[in-house]
């Protein structure tokens, strides 16, 4: 059974929380609308796809500072019961410290089940909407995806090169196809001008077809102008979209990242550093729990103000660190899992040390 003072602390946790949402994300819609109004309308953008577009900006912001807004609640609402001396009147009256702190971990188990649901299937929903929108009307003629100088293993076996990729016409030029047999062999080559996906017969239809082929010490060659045939590769699969693995949700994350390391993609770990992320969410907030109590549950000269300045100097110091070990992870072949684990290392070690500091 929850206690007065848990369901007292609980209800501040969770409603300041609320609020906090309720105020910095219309603010974040408004500024975002006053920079790209321009584009939308220089675009013809039409009213429902822009109503749709801040229906999806909304939930994809809101995760992405869920942590933030979660961090500062905390500090706010512990801030003023510190104030008001609410916080020694409760620990004066015989509560421990850690009684204090169970309501605070009730409602980050609250909050973290939230960030959980929606991180993996709520906000990859969203994702696709949001980046369509932005790709479509607010960065016209800007890339998506690579599509030049794509390389691509399909299996242990098979390999596929084309020169340059167009997504919207769905055609890929300069293609290569190579099938390497025993002992890295070279048994089958495919050249074609292009490569364009029909989907009225679902097959690849292949210009300017070169086909090679090794049997013993003998090449067999055919070439043809137009041949349709297939392969066991979709056309996007040359080049997924750069925010591929941020619209997929936990089941379907897991499925494409096995696809892709069979597939050896180069960018394996840009996929598996999304995974991580989504899961270390939920302990996230329990870190900045701890963090946002112990750094507010101590009345300080100079009130409310030097806490949450102290808090969102922490904030940006942990945005920091992980966006800095998650460019290692991407670019340098950095493990993603210690990409993730090592901020949250550091700040849970940081949390634990400032809560000791304020027990006593």
Do not use: C
Request: no cysteine.
């Amino acid at each position: 059974m929850l206690k007065i003072l848990d369901r007292y602390i609980l209800k501040r946790y969770l409603l300041t929380f609320g609020m906090m949402l309720l105020l910095f994300v219309p603010i974040g819609i408004m500024l975002n609308l006053a920079e790209q109004i321009g584009k939308m309308i220089d675009n013809e953008a039409p009213l429902d796809e822009i109503l749709v577009y801040y229906m999806n900006f909304t939930i994809y912001i809101g995760n992405l500072l869920f942590p933030v807004f979660l961090f500062l609640s905390i500090i706010f609402f512990t801030s003023k019961l510190a104030n008001n001396t609410e916080i020694v009147a409760i620990l004066s009256s015989g509560v421990s410290y850690s009684r204090f702190l169970k309501p605070y971990f009730l409602g980050a188990s609250v909050i973290a089940v939230l960030m959980f649901f929606m991180s993996m299937f709520i906000v990859p929903n969203a994702s696709v909407g949001y980046h369509e929108f932005k790709f479509k009307y607010l960065k016209k003629g800007k890339q998506d995806r690579v599509t030049s100088n794509i390389f691509n293993q399909l299996n242990e076996n098979d390999f596929i090169y084309v020169s340059s990729f167009d997504p919207d016409r769905q055609i890929g030029y300069n293609f290569t196809f190579e099938h390497f047999g025993e002992n890295n062999q070279l048994q089958e080559k495919i050249n074609a001008g292009n490569i364009r996906w029909v989907p009225k017969d679902s097959v690849y239809r292949l210009t300017s077809y070169t086909h090679r082929k090794l049997v013993g010490s003998e090449e067999i060659v055919v070439t043809k102008r137009r041949l349709d045939t297939i392969f066991n590769f979709k056309i996007d699969d040359l080049t997924p979209v750069s925010y591929v693995a941020e619209t997929k949700n936990l089941f379907e994350l897991n499925k494409f990242i096995d696809t892709q390391r069979k597939k050896g993609a180069s960018n394996i770990n840009t996929y598996i550093l999304v995974k991580y992320k989504r899961w270390a969410l939920p302990i996230t907030a329990f870190i900045l729990t701890i963090i946002g109590v112990a750094v507010s549950s101590v009345k300080r000269r100079g009130g409310m103000g030097v806490n949450l300045a102290f808090g969102i100097g922490v904030a940006f110091i942990y945005i920091f660190f992980d966006k800095v070990f998650g460019t290692l992870a991407e670019q340098s072949g950095f493990s993603p899992l210690l990409a993730v684990i090592i901020p949250n290392l550091v700040f849970g070690a940081l949390g634990l040390y400032l809560l000791q500091h304020a027990k006593r």
